[in-house]
């Protein structure tokens, strides 16, 4: 099966869509069935995770190291993504209950958008003070779910200037945040990013 998955690979790096569908059906049920297990079996999760993770197969398709697990990588990413769908919940539920209890003014759906967009737009502008190479790993890293290794990788970089960027990155916003937020976003940033 190894020999016949990197030819599979490499293949796929190649753009062969025969490829990509057989990778797909040797491997979407078994990721599914994980899916399932560790989101308490909601099928709708499951489902969009297989899609989102294939998706992400297909774009970043030229990166895949053929002489790397390909089961170990599409459960790396699933992963990822679980996590960070977890934490954007986590930030959702949180500000939205952080809404209802400073001001029940904001009890609408629009208002809390505009607040919770606010939030993400100053975030944004932050993000876009970092040095570029900073804003590159970071938005790799926290919008894309990208891990370390694939950052490295994609930017031509070692893995230790991207933790080191990545850390930079999080140790400025992070500043910048306590200086115009009480706790709450604090909570919210920690969350989220």
Same mark, same amino acid.
């Given at each position: 099966m190894k020999s016949e998955e990197k030819i599979l690979i490499e293949l796929l790096r190649n753009g062969s869509i025969e490829a990509f569908d057989k990778l797909y059906n040797l491997y979407s049920a078994k990721l599914y069935?994980?899916? !399932?297990k560790v989101s308490d079996f909601?099928?709708?999760v499951s489902e969009e995770i297989v899609q989102r993770v294939f998706i992400k197969i297909w774009e970043t398709r030229t990166d895949i190291d053929p002489s790397?697990?390909?089961n170990s990588f599409i459960f790396t990413i699933a992963?990822?993504?679980l996590i960070n769908d977890h934490n954007h919940k !986590?930030?959702?539920y949180i500000y939205e209950n952080h809404i209802l209890e400073k001001n029940t003014n904001y009890c609408t759906a629009t208002e809390e958008g505009i607040e919770y967009s606010f939030?993400?737009?100053?975030?944004e502008t932050l993000i876009g003070k970092l040095p570029p190479a900073c804003q590159d790993v970071y938005r790799l890293s926290r919008l894309e779910s990208f891990s370390n290794k694939e950052i490295a990788k994609k930017l031509n970089k070692s893995e230790s200037t991207v933790e080191k960027q990545l850390s930079k990155a999080n140790k400025f916003i992070s500043e910048k945040i306590k200086q115009h937020y009480d706790k709450i976003f604090i909570a919210l940033f920690i969350l989220f990013f």
């Open positions: 069935n994980f899916i !399932m909601d099928i709708y790397k697990s390909f992963k990822n993504m !986590m930030v959702k939030l993400i737009q100053y975030i």
